[in-house]
């Protein structure tokens, strides 16, 4: 019992540790290079970042009250708990950009830099946070919930699509047409990290291996990179003759291991390799109730 309550606290130190890195990110990307470079930002930092270039008012503390009826409006659909993360993120991020960012130096170069450097840093920020069923609202809320009631979209897609409009707003409002541009680049690179990050860390690659030999090449896989295999019955469309198909995934690198090795226990053997989005199960990430 002690050593579940140590693990269970583990686990929740392990998850504030994440959400407290991903905030930091996500400040030093919108205070340090955005409102450095003053371009356009997305979704509720971006609202902010405009009431920001045009009275002074504090990004934070923008974001903060920006979220507050768009957070009352979601809790149902989303949950109690995840609301509070969010707000608890949603706090952090917002002190971190007010106080905690303007005492690291900002960006002066090229914008074009500045908004590929505001991309995969606040993407990744969000995306650690985004990993740990959390979010820093605002726009956030408005995007896991459509991916509440659309579980097929990624995550990045719902935020490039909902992120660019606030985009054009920031360039139509101070007539920039390169601050559009660059603001353009951020929501796409954001979009492609929180993807990547969040799903790409899953991926892995599967092979279909049509063989006579199913038990063997089973042995073999398993010994030469430990990964567990499935055999599934066929018949040969031409041949008609009974065979085998050997499932199995591993990691890329490991790929090369199992066709090398298969090959040479059954050269006769047809290989398929595919790239999977993700995998999860023994041996991988298990999947967590309610992810």
């Not at 500045?114 to 979010?135: D, E, K, M, P, R």
């Not at 659309?150 to 985009?167: E, M, Q, T, Y």
């Amino acid at each position: 019992m002690q050593k579940g309550s140590g693990g269970l606290k583990k686990e929740r130190l392990k998850r504030y540790g994440m959400e407290v890195l991903g905030s930091i990110l996500v400040a030093v990307g919108v205070y340090n290079f955005a409102a450095a470079a003053e371009f356009p930002m997305t979704g509720f930092s971006g609202i902010a970042l405009i009431l920001y270039r045009l009275v002074g008012f504090p990004i934070g503390i923008s974001t903060v009250l920006l979220n507050i009826p768009l957070a009352l409006w979601s809790r149902k659909l989303l949950g109690q708990g995840f609301l509070v993360s969010s707000l608890r993120c949603m706090l952090l991020s917002s002190a971190f950009i007010d106080f905690i960012a303007p005492l690291f130096p900002t960006y002066q170069g090229s914008r074009l830099l500045a908004a590929l450097c505001t991309g995969v840093i606040a993407g990744l920020g969000y995306a650690l946070i985004y990993l740990q069923n959390s979010s820093t609202g605002g726009m956030d809320f408005v995007i896991l919930s459509v991916k509440a009631k659309r579980p097929h979209l990624s995550l990045g897609k719902i935020a490039f699509a909902l992120d660019i409009g606030v985009v054009v707003l920031g360039g139509i409002i101070f007539r920039d047409m390169d601050g559009l541009i660059c603001g353009a680049v951020v929501s796409f690179l954001m979009a492609s990290v929180i993807d990547k990050v969040m799903y790409g860390i899953n991926a892995g690659k599967a092979a279909f291996i049509v063989t006579e030999h199913g038990e063997r090449l089973c042995e073999v896989t398993d010994k030469c990179v430990g990964r567990g295999s499935t055999i599934i019955a066929a018949r040969g469309g031409y041949s008609g003759r009974e065979k085998q198909i050997v499932l199995c995934a591993c990691s890329g690198r490991e790929m090369h291991i199992v066709r090398r090795a298969v090959k040479e226990a059954n050269p006769a053997s047809f290989i398929m390799i595919f790239e999977t989005g993700e995998v999860h199960g023994e041996g991988f990430k298990m999947v967590q109730v309610g992810e």
